[in-house]
């Protein structure tokens, strides 16, 4: 079977202008779906392979995502073209949306449809994150020790507002570890 | 429109402008937003470039509008250039501060991706890809969960819960266009259905 991948820079550019346009309150939620589900580029394992390595970096994850994704087919013009894609549309958008809220930013009824979108945002980013757990089914550390290191960085940031490069220090620290040394056992 | 600030800049404040806004970018591990109280505490406190109502609009515009967050950084450069002269100023000072947040950014994971995908059979690199998952996906949950809960009050606020946990369980099962849940969130928010009065 032929591997679905981006067919030129063109559809590269396309493809993540249309996610990027879609995704109100961060676009990760869309790149899940688009790339993952609807062009397959990557499986779901792959994508949180990926998304490891763009998270554990500096710069925003979903742009360093979208890098690696466009570098990967295309080299240098590919990561271009993934930025420039991400961008184009959104810097219109914002600026309108800055203009009008500017101009009705104070009014209540603004003020508290943003915090119903807010809401649904939030819906957005848990939903993801709960079809990704799904991809741990294959990792080599087996499903019962992938959630409770996942437990424990869920409560650390979320519940107990530890520092976030402790919890990626420690936690990913020992997640490392662990998988290196069941890796090497393989052999 | 006018200014609620009068700022004046010089060569040598946009130069250190952008040199900050590097330092940011290569220390924004978990992405710009966990930088929000140090960018705050430079442009806002130390360098009175912008006011702090006009720092917060920026975050809310941001995190609002379609596309990544990181444009906020974008609204924050254009007041600090609409404070200091005026539309052109504005836009200058807009793509200086993308360009220095961006470009030590995607820099490095350009080249470390490149480095990543040679060297994808290594123990080394599989084991982080493999191992760091549980963490970033946790850690993805987790941004949702703060996002959901951040200036929240359980009495108050019930009704916004209610939206995220429906909004989790039917992106999860389905595949409806999730702008339409936005749509509805908008909606919802704006006929005043979700206060509790």
Redesign the interface.
């Known amino acids: 079977m032929i591997r679905p991948q981006p067919q030129s820079l063109k559809d590269l550019f396309f493809s993540f202008t249309l996610l990027a346009i879609q995704g109100f309150g961060g676009v990760l939620a869309y790149m899940e779906r688009e790339l993952v589900e609807r062009k397959k580029w990557l499986t779901r394992a792959e994508f949180v392979e990926e998304w490891a390595v763009a998270r554990t970096m500096p710069g925003p994850p979903a742009l360093n995502l979208s890098i690696m994704v466009g570098s990967r087919y295309f080299g240098l013009r590919g990561a271009i073209v993934s930025v420039a894609g991400m961008f184009f549309l959104p810097s219109f958008t914002i600026a309108l949306m800055a203009l009008a809220y500017a101009r009705f930013g104070a009014d209540p009824h603004v003020i508290d449809a943003l915090r119903g979108m807010g809401a649904v945002a939030a819906g957005l980013f848990i939903a993801t994150g709960l079809k990704l757990l799904t991809a741990l089914k294959t990792n080599p550390l087996g499903v019962p020790l992938c959630l409770v290191l996942a437990f424990l960085s869920f409560a650390g940031v979320a519940l107990l507002h530890w520092r976030l490069v402790y919890v990626m220090l420690g936690l990913g620290g020992l997640g490392y570890l662990l998988t290196f040394i069941k890796l090497k056992g393989q052999r | ?1 006018t200014s609620p600030l009068s700022v004046v800049m010089q060569w040598a404040d946009w130069f250190e402008l952008l040199a900050h806004f590097f330092v940011f ?8 937003l ?1 930088l929000l109280p140090e960018i705050h505490h430079y442009l806002v406190t130390q360098q009175q470039w912008l006011t702090t109502a006009q720092f917060s ?1 920026s975050v ?12 906020f950084v ?2 924050l450069g ?1 007041n600090i250039g609409f404070n200091a002269g005026g539309l052109l100023t504005g836009f200058f000072s807009a793509v200086l501060c993308m360009v220095g947040m ?1 470009l ?3 820099t ?3 080249i ?3 480095w ?2 040679k060297n994808r059979e290594l ?2 690199v ?23 809960t951040g200036n929240t009050e359980a009495a108050r606020d019930w009704p ?2 209610v ?10 099962r389905t ?1 409806i266009n ?2 339409w ?2 749509l ?7 006929s ?1 259905l ?2 509790v009065s």
Not at chain 2, 25 to 32: A, E, N
Not at chain 2, 126 to 138: D, N, S
Request: overall charge positive.
């Open positions: 429109m970018s290569v220390s924004s591990i978990g992405g710009p966990v609009a809310v515009i941001a995190q609002a509008a379609p596309g990544p967050n990181v444009l974008a609204l254009w961006l030590p950014s995607c490095l994971i350009f470390t991706a490149k990543v995908y123990i080394a599989r084991a982080f890809k493999l191992g760091m998952g549980p963490i970033v996906i946790a850690l993805l949950i987790a941004s949702g969960w703060m996002l959901a916004l819960w939206v995220t946990a429906a909004t989790t369980v039917i992106v999860a595949k999730m702008f849940l936005l509805t969130g908008a909606a919802l928010g704006a005043g979700l206060v």
